[in-house]
């Protein structure tokens, strides 16, 4: 399972030889695992590392599990005896590049997704919590509260839970239900803390959500994405494919409000930046909290081989050291890699139009 060890350890990586990167869905509900190795051929078709390119074929050839994952993603760099596969259970859209370093952005897009879910199903007596990252089930635990007495009616008039001749009986059974919707709230802290989730959802009755979520701690009731009507008993893959299903809208209605942020900020000379020159010369300098960048982004730039300045004009020396600029064919790598070096964050988007109108790229900035 990819997770945040896994992405350190590829912006850490020092890269001496080209990489070939490869992102490809596998879905096997959608396609024949034949369909997809023809589509991955054409997508390799062309590319002029050819160690690489057998690699991996290899892979997919004679290691990766068709039946039971939906995408993968792997790095190839045999010119230095690197090579990592990561099995996904998420959707990747199918991409092949060849850069100086690994392309980290369907990769990105995706852990920023599916990376911290946590889900509480709730009724009146239990509570059953799940921790989901990159669309696998990383555990779930069961709160099992005290047994909620039924009371019988007395009377068309009578309020629900109480009977004459046993005054209070209602308010007994409403104190245990109370009971254990704090028991379930503290057991989900404890759980949401153990597996570090950056959003929550929760399942239950609408009643039920509503009297649970009081008893949250605030710092879990600002995560909350959504509320669904799920059975406690649902089985985890279903718990999944509903959280996932929630998560495109969230999503997308989130990163298009980082847009408008940037825009705004930009126009008020504040905090945010659209120009591609001076993103890059901010990003050295750590200021870039978030780097908003779209899936199409593509721009040829120039590297000070001295002290590494950046910049898409061609210049015969660097204005800061002197030194010679060597051309990089596509910034993006170097983008992702140093802002998340930097403890930044990198948001994809894809096909959205005011990013698109500001050359797919934007950032957010600390100060």
Known sequence: MFGKADLQSLIEQDFQAPVLSVSLNTHPAEESADTYKLRLRSLLEGKDLEEDVRAVSG??????????????VVFSAQGQDF????????????QVRTGSLPDLIPL???????????????NQQEGRFLAFEMGELLDEQHQQGEEVQRQKHGGGSQTTGTWRGDQGAGEISDMTVERNLRSAADAADAFFKQYEVRRVFLGGTD?????FRKFLPKRWQSLIVDEFQLDLDMPAASVQEAVQELLREEEQHRKANLVEKAITEAAKGR????????????????RVQTLIIGREFRQE???????????????????????KFEAIPDLSGMLVRDVLASGGSVEVLEGHHALQERDNLGALLRY
């Open 207 to 211: 009643e039920n959500i509503s009297s």
């Open 59 to 72: 892979y997919f050839d004679t290691q990766f599990d068709w039946k039971n994952y939906r995408s993968a």
């Open 108 to 122: 990105l897009n995706a852990y920023n997704a599916h990376s911290g879910n946590g889900v509480a199903l709730i």
């Open 301 to 323: 730039g120039f590297r000070c081989s001295g002290c590494e300045y950046l910049t898409v004009q061609e210049l015969s020396a660097c204005p800061f050291c002197g030194a």
């Open 271 to 286: 905090h945010g930046l659209l120009r591609v020159d001076d993103i890059l010369s901010a990003v050295p300098e750590g």
């Open 83 to 94: 090579f990592r596969a990561y099995p996904l259970q998420v959707r990747m859209w199918d």
